[in-house]
Every structure is written in structure tokens, then in C-alpha cells.
């Protein structure tokens, strides 16, 4: 089966909108979400980077179905088990190192997401794939009838709302949360014939989702737990009005990041040039990226931080210096384009089992 270019190319795109916000983790006085600091271009470099997760959740899916279309249902579903256990494993290893630099707290994040939801779809693949489709909108939209659960024990932040418990005195800081995320990528599993044979309609059909997410915003109610306000200028009410609830991500959410999502994929698919053979190669590589760039960026950014203020962290007590931190995102990207493209050459060229883990 030939491989789908324009999923590559999202996904390299996606994954280096993730480094520009993890630079902006460290290099950041404040919250891009905090209306009474932010301003227009610090918010929307926060939000372009909302499309991440959702495209991840939704293409591991998608790419789920392909591989049991390419090798069969025993084989993927091995697959999905396998290699969920193993992003869980190291979302509470090297991902937690390397945001901390200690394992003085454990943060569960997108690749524990990714691997929770991957042992919920090896489940689900006993059912045929439409209905698992339909059992990931009707997820979503059940937990959107159900609402916000603020408070809850670590069953709660395992599936529903995120909460932070403690395992052997250590934090456990629960941010991803496998229920909705897992409904993401079940409907990319039952989406897989839909990309494959029916791409002319992803336009459309984006356009429409995304409209949802405009009607439902408006609404001001139903699919988020995170109502908009008027603020002091139309710039600012714009931008809360693009802020829907990430934490578990909400019906509105979902809608606004998968829409723009599924519209785009076309046209990728008809991008070329020497740009969009970088994207593509992150895109093929884009966990050997991940793992990579958190501890770059962790280690780059203690540097200049110590240089500067001779402190770790960023000092809340400084202004925001929007360019030093797309300075240092470039940077992050260029220092890793070539090893991610000898790995690509690697996966390329060698069939060792073990590299399509990582």
C-alpha cells in the first residue's frame, strides 16, 4: 500500500507546532491564556499549536486502520497493545525526565494519552470499524452531555477530567486524560476508508464541522466548559472566543481543531518543494522527534535562562520576549532536521522490527 504523503506532511507540521510550544513552556512569564497579560500574536502562537494533539489522536487512528487493511487484524491489534504499553512507559520515564530534569513529579501527557487510547482501540477492533467510528462520536458527545467533573479521585483523571493524585509521595499530575482522547482516535479508525476513498469530500466536510464549532461557541453553552467573554477589545473577544476548554478537550474542542484538520489534509497532498520535504520527514519520524526535542529544548532553555537570570525557570517578573522564544524554536528545529532525516533513511532501509516503535 503507498504511503500517504499528505499524512506525513501533517504530522511533521503538527509535530514542529509542538516544539514551538514547549519553547514557549519554558520562555514564558505567563500564560498565553491569561487575558489580563496576553496579547493577540502570544495567544495565537498558543493556539496554532492546539491542532497537535487532536491530529496525532486522530491520523494513530487513521494509520491503525491502514495497518489492518496492510496486515491484518491479529497483527494490528499485537501492534496497538504493544506499542501503547511502551509510549506509556515512556511518558512516565524519558518524558518525565526530561521535562523535569528529575523524577521529583510525573506528568501524563500526550504520549500516555496516545498509549491508553491505543489499548482502548485494540478492545474496540473486535467490532467492525464503522461502529467504532460511531462509538467515538457518541463518546464525545456523551461526555460533553455529562459535563465538567472538577474533582475526583485517579479513576476520574485516568478517563474524564484531569486531577493530580500522588503514587508513593511522588506527584502524578494526570493532563491527559484517556476517555476523550481515546474517543479522537476511534473515530480517525473508523475514518480510515474515508480518507482513503473519499478525500475529494475532507474539504467540505471540515468546513462543516468547523462551522459547529462556530454555532456551538456562539451558543455559549453546550461542548464546553469554558464560556467566552466580551473583553477589552474586539482582538481580545475574538481570541477568548478561539479558547475552548483543552483540559479534557471539549466537544467544542474538538470540533475547532479536527474541522480546519481534516479540510487541509487535500491539499497538502498536492504541496512539494524543499519545505515540504522537512515536514514530511519529521512526519515520518515524528515520535524519534518528540522524544528528542523535550529534552533539547529543556536543556537549551536552563542555559539561557541560568546565562540571563541565573535561575532555571523563566522569571515571572520579566517581560515577554516573544522573538527570543521563535529564535529558539527555529533553532530546535534546524539543530534536529538532519538527525530526524538519517533516521527516516534508517526506518527506510532497514526492516528491524523494533524501529517501528520508536
Not at 471540515?206 to 477589545?233: M, Y
Not at 487535500?266 to 515536514?279: K, N, T, Y
Request: proline content about 6%; hydrophobic content about 55%; glycine content about 8%.
Amino acid at each position: 500500500m503507498k504511503r500517504d504523503v499528505s499524512i506525513d506532511l501533517m504530522r511533521g507540521l503538527v509535530i514542529v507546532f509542538m516544539a514551538l510550544d514547549h519553547v514557549r513552556g519554558f520562555l514564558a512569564p505567563f500564560s498565553p491564556e491569561d487575558f489580563d497579560q496576553t496579547n493577540l500574536l502570544f495567544f495565537f502562537t498558543r493556539w496554532i499549536t492546539h491542532f497537535c494533539a487532536p491530529t496525532f489522536l486522530f491520523l494513530a487512528g487513521v494509520g491503525a486502520g491502514m495497518h489492518a487493511d496492510k496486515r491484518g487484524l491479529v497483527k494490528t491489534r499485537w501492534f496497538l497493545l504493544t506499542r501503547g504499553l511502551w509510549l506509556m512507559f515512556l511518558e512516565c520515564t524519558w518524558v518525565t525526565f526530561s521535562w523535569y530534569f528529575s523524577f521529583d513529579a510525573v506528568q501524563l501527557g500526550v504520549l500516555w494519552a496516545i498509549g491508553g487510547s491505543m489499548l482502548i482501540l485494540a478492545a474496540l477492533s473486535w467490532i467492525p470499524r464503522r461502529i467504532v467510528g460511531l462509538l467515538g462520536v457518541l463518546a464525545t458527545l456523551g461526555l460533553a452531555l455529562l459535563g465538567p467533573v472538577r474533582d475526583g479521585d485517579a479513576l476520574v483523571g485516568l478517563f474524564i477530567w484531569p486531577v493530580v493524585t500522588e503514587v508513593a509521595e511522588t506527584p502524578v499530575y494526570m493532563v491527559y486524560v484517556a476517555g476523550p482522547w481515546a474517543a479522537v482516535m476511534a473515530m480517525g479508525y473508523g475514518a480510515t476508508r474515508l480518507l482513503r476513498e473519499h478525500r475529494r469530500h475532507l474539504p467540505l466536510l471540515g468546513l462543516a464541522i468547523f462551522c459547529g464549532f462556530v454555532a456551538l461557541r456562539g451558543l455559549n453553552g453546550f461542548g464546553d466548559a469554558n464560556p467566552w467573554l466580551v473583553r477589552d477589545s474586539a482582538a481580545m473577544t475574538f481570541a477568548d472566543f478561539m479558547n475552548p476548554n483543552k483540559y479534557p478537550p471539549s466537544l467544542q474542542f474538538q470540533l475547532m481543531t479536527l474541522g480546519p484538520m481534516l479540510a487541509a489534509l487535500p491539499l497538502l497532498s498536492r504541496w512539494r518543494g524543499w519545505l515540504a520535504d522537512r515536514f514530511e520527514t519529521f512526519g515520518r519520524v515524528p515520535m524519534f522527534f518528540y522524544l528528542l526535542h523535550l529534552p533539547v529544548i529543556h536543556g537549551l532553555t536552563w542555559g539561557l535562562n541560568h546565562a540571563r537570570f541565573g535561575t532555571e525557570k523563566y522569571p515571572p517578573d520579566q517581560p515577554l520576549e516573544l522573538f527570543t522564544i521563535y529564535a529558539v524554536f527555529i533553532g530546535v528545529v534546524v539543530l534536529l532536521a538532519p538527525v530526524c532525516q538519517l533516521w527516516a533513511r534508517l526506518k527506510r532501509t532497514k526492516s528491524w522490527w523494533w524501529l517501528s516503535y520508536v
